[in-house]
């Protein structure tokens, strides 16, 4: 029964773990955004997301870390023979890439509180992508183990995934494409009316 209730707040960790990470980074695109914007808005709105992304680390994201690596602990503990096996050998390595991911956002929160960063929205959306992958790999790795299959369905689920990725992709360029469009038409306005 032990096996079961780590399982279950194993999952519970991962599912907060993440939610932080990605909310974390978006936090991030925000903050450094928020630099286009004129006084007296810039700094309320840097101070802003600045409280936001330190209590998110510290009350959601870290112990959601946490809650995940100390479950995946009971979890060995009650099954110590997965650690003889090849899938759990690569799902730690991509566990450490997952906590060197956690350790280097949490730098950058402080970077980003000093005024030192130097990564731009752009950057910062491709960082975000970085969990995705790791999530996506690790999940793979634990429900198919050691026997992954190559047949039609796997690549047909491949296919799906990266049509509805590109279409996300796709989707949130457009939008930043109208929005950046309706930014210079409305200065172009100001210009034309003094
Ligand atoms: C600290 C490192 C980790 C260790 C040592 C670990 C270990 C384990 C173990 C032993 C199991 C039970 C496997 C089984 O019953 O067959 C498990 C299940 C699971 N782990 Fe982890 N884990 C770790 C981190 C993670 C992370 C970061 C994620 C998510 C990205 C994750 C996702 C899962 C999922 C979804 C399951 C349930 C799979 C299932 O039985 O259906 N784990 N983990």
């Known amino acids: 029964m032990a096996y079961y209730w780590f399982k279950s707040f194993h999952i519970i960790g991962v599912v907060v773990w993440f939610a932080g990470l990605f909310y974390l980074v978006r936090l991030f695109i925000y903050h450094v955004e928020a ?3 004129p006084e007296p808005a810039r700094s309320i709105l840097k101070k802003q997301y600045g409280l936001m992304e330190k209590r998110l680390l510290r009350i959601i994201t870290t112990p959601g870390m946490i809650l995940t690596v100390a479950m995946a602990a009971g979890l060995l503990w009650q099954r110590p023979d997965v650690l003889h096996e090849g899938w759990m050998h690569a799902k730690l390595g991509f566990v450490a890439l997952l906590l060197g991911y956690h350790h280097y956002c949490s730098r950058l929160m402080k970077k980003l509180e000093r005024g030192e960063c130097q990564w731009g929205p752009k950057q910062l959306r491709a960082l975000n992508e970085a969990p995705t992958l790791l999530l996506v790999a690790i999940v ?27 279409t996300i992709q796709l989707y949130a360029r457009k ?20």
């Open 35 to 37: 630099d286009e914007e």
């Open 140 to 166: 793979l790795l634990v429900i198919f183990q050691n026997s992954f299959p190559t047949g039609a369905t796997t690549w047909l689920m491949a296919g799906l995934v990266l049509s509805f990725v590109v």
């Open 175 to 194: 939008r930043r494409l109208d929005k950046e469009r309706q930014a210079i038409a409305s200065g172009d306005q100001v210009l034309q009316n003094s």
